[in-house]
C-alpha cells in the first residue's frame, strides 16, 4: 500500500469503553481528511478496534482480517486497535501480515501520524501507556447520539485472578473533574440528552473538583446534574468494594440519575469469590445491594456471572444460583471462565470440562431469564419517560429506553433525542411495548 487512504471504517468489539474509543478514533480520522465510509462499501483503511477479556473475542479479531482481502486480491490498509493490540503488540504483526498498524487503548491519539506512516510502507506499533493523556489531543466532541458514552476513568488495580484488563488497559486513572465536566457539556451541545460515565471501576473515579477538593464519582454526577439539557446520567462499571456511602446516597438524591446500577458479583459462592481476588463476600454484596435500595426503591441491578472458574463445585454454581434469585436482576450476563495467558487463574489446577461449563450456563441462563421476564412484567401499567433513540423495524415504531434500561418499543413521530411519556402496556423478555400518552416536543436548547 502505498497511496495515502481516503476513507475509513471502524468495527468495535467488546465494551462500551471500546464503542467510546472507536467514536474518538473516528473523530480524529475526520479531521485528518479521510471519510467514513458509506455501508457496504469498501474503506481504505480498516480499523479493528478488539477486545481480549476471553479467547472467543480475541480471536474473533484475526477471523475478520482474513475476510478484509477482497476478490481482486487487493486489501486495505489495517490497523488493531484495542486491547489485542495492547496484549500482543508486534506479536500480532508476526502472525497477520495483513495487519499495518499496531496502536493500544492508550495511543489511538497519534492513529493519524501512524496511518501516514503505514501508507508510506512502514508498520507502526505503539502500545505504550504515556504519561500524558490521550485525551488532552483528542478532538473536541461534535456528534452525539441521545445516549452517549463519556469515559471518565480507565484501568484497573483490582487484579481479579481471571481478568487481563490491568494488564491491557494498564493502572486506575481518573480523568480531571473540567475536562470531564467540558466534554459532558459538548456532549450535550452535540445532542445527548442521556451521558453514561464509563470506566473499568468507574466508581472508583476521584480528582479535584475545581476547589482543589478530593471528590468522588457522586460528586461529578451531582454537578453533571446541573447541565441544562442533559435529562439522564448512569455510570457503568462498577465495582462492589468502591460503592461508597455518598455514591449510594446519590441514588436516592439526584433525579437524573437513573434507577439502574450495573453491579457484577461474578460468583455466589464465597470461596470462588475469594480465588478470584473480588475483594468482596456474597454478604457484604448483598448488603451493598440493600443500601442501594433503600436509598432508592426501585433501582433496577444487573451483574456479571463467571461459570466454570477453576475449582468451581456442583455446591459453589449452586450458590450462584441463590444469589441470582436473593438479587433478582433486571438483566444479568454470564459467561463461561476463559482462561487467559498471564493471568493467575489460568495457572490454576482444576480447570472445569467445557461441557460442565456449558451445562452450567445454560442453567444459569434460565434463571436469569426467569427474573427478567417477572422485573419486566413488574412494570407493565407504570407511567414513565422513554428517550427516543432509534427507528424500530415496523412503519412508525421508534425504540427508546426507560429509566430501568428496559428497550421500549412504541408508536410515535418523536425524533431520537425527545423524551416522550409512555405507558408501559406488555412485557416480553427482552423488552416493553409502550402507548405514548403525550409528546414532549421542546428540545432544550443546548
Ligand atoms: N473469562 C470469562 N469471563 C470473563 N470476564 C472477565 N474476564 C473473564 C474471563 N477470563 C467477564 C466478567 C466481567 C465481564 C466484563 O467479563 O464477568 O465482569
Ligand atoms: Fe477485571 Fe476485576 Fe478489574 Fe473488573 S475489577 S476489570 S473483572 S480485574
Known sequence: MTSAPKSFSIKSFGCQMNVYDGERMAELLSDTGLAPAAPGEDADLVVLNTCHIREKAAEKAYSDIGRLRRPDGSRPLVALAGCVAQAEGSEAQARSKMIDIVVGPQSYHRLPEMVADAARGSRPIDTGMPALSKFDRLPRRRRAAPSAFLTVQEGCDKFCTYCVVPYTRGAEISRPWKDVIAEAHALVG???REIVLLGQNVNAWSADDETGGDRGLDALIRAL???DGLERIRYT???PADMSDGLIAAHGEIDKLMPYLHLPVQSGSDRILKAMNRSHSTDSYLRTIDKVRSA????AFSGDFIVGFPGESDA??????RIVDAV???AAYSFKYSSRPGTPAAAMEDQIAPEIMEERLRRLHERIAVHQLSFNQSKVGLDTQVLVERKGRHDGQMI???PWMQSVHFQSAAPPGEMVDVTLVAAGPNSMAGEVRSERTSRAAA
Open 400 to 402: 427508546g429506553r426507560s
Open 316 to 321: 459453589d454454581f449452586e450458590a450462584t444460583l
Open 237 to 239: 462499571t462498577s465495582h
Open 328 to 330: 433478582g436482576y433486571a
Open 190 to 192: 452535540a445532542g445527548a
Open 225 to 227: 446534574s446541573r447541565i
Open 296 to 299: 432508592r426503591p426501585d433501582i
